[in-house]
């Protein structure tokens, strides 16, 4: 499945979510919500923000650079194309969770991670989705390499395997697939943007100062991150 941000503006995306502006059900009412996927995505989202490292860290620093998030404004829990699993909405700042596709809770973690990333970078960086394709290429390099996307353990179970820069292989991949999800460009115009903003991109690790290529190293630099005060206050 792909994670990628929508964009509005020019219907980047934009129809792999068919209830982005639809009015076809009420938001909140019962029938929507009780014995549906939608009350199975919002149950799994409660688990992902309460327990994942990934998702508690880049929750606190969105929160730190001004950019607080809130469920019930910045997450939507929809109905998607089958070949998607999340996207970031730049146009309303939301999070989209493909109800229909996210079944296991390990997959809507890495789904909230992904598109965490996403949001913060559009806190931080003030990334120009609309019409910078190399802001995109950094924000799904970056979103690939720190949301546990290609840890060790999901390229084993997509059967793909490798030892040498396999984890830079699969970043790439990964993001070159999701530029082409939403941009009407081709193969080579996409690997040739990706080429140029690797690098930086690849090696810009914030806000875990690493990368988490497991929970484990993720539940390090989440308390790293919950002791930074802390340590600057003794200095």
């Known amino acids: 499945m792909k994670y990628i941000y929508i964009c509005k503006e020019h219907n980047f995306g934009y129809s792999l979510y068919p209830e982005r502006g639809s009015s076809k059900f009420k938001q909140g009412s019962i029938g929507e919500s009780l014995f549906t996927f939608k009350h199975k995505c ?3 989202l409660q688990v992902a923000t309460d327990t ?8 606190g620093a969105m929160k730190s650079s001004g950019c ?6 910045h997450f939507s829990c929809e109905d ?10 730049a146009a309303t700042s939301q999070i989209v969770l493909c109800q229909n596709n996210i079944h296991q809770q390990a997959h809507m973690n890495r789904v909230v991670t992904h598109e965490l990333i996403h949001a913060f970078d559009h806190c931080r960086a003030r990334v120009d989705w609309f019409s910078s394709f190399r802001h995109l290429a950094c924000s799904e390099i970056r979103a690939a390499n720190l949301s546990g996307d290609c840890s060790f353990v999901n390229e084993i179970s997509r059967f793909n395997f490798g030892l040498k820069e396999h984890h830079q292989a699969c970043v790439r991949g990964r ?7 939403v941009r009407k460009v081709s193969r080579e115009e996409a690997e040739l943007v990706v080429d140029e903003v690797f690098d930086s ?4 690790h914030a806000p875990f100062g690493r ?12 308390r790293d991150y919950e002791n930074r005060d802390r340590y600057y206050a003794n200095l």
């Not at 607080?68 to 404004?73: E, I, L, Q, Y």
């Open 211 to 222: 990368i988490p290529h497991s929970k484990k190293d993720a539940k390090f630099a989440y």
């Open 68 to 73: 607080a998030v809130h469920k019930d404004r």
């Open 175 to 181: 993001a070159l697939r999701s530029i082409l999800a």
């Open 52 to 59: 994942s490292p990934y998702a508690k860290l880049l929750l």
């Open 80 to 89: 998607c194309d089958g070949t998607v699993s999340g996207g970031f909405d």
């Open 201 to 204: 991109c690849f090696h810009d």
């Open 42 to 44: 919002l149950i799994m």
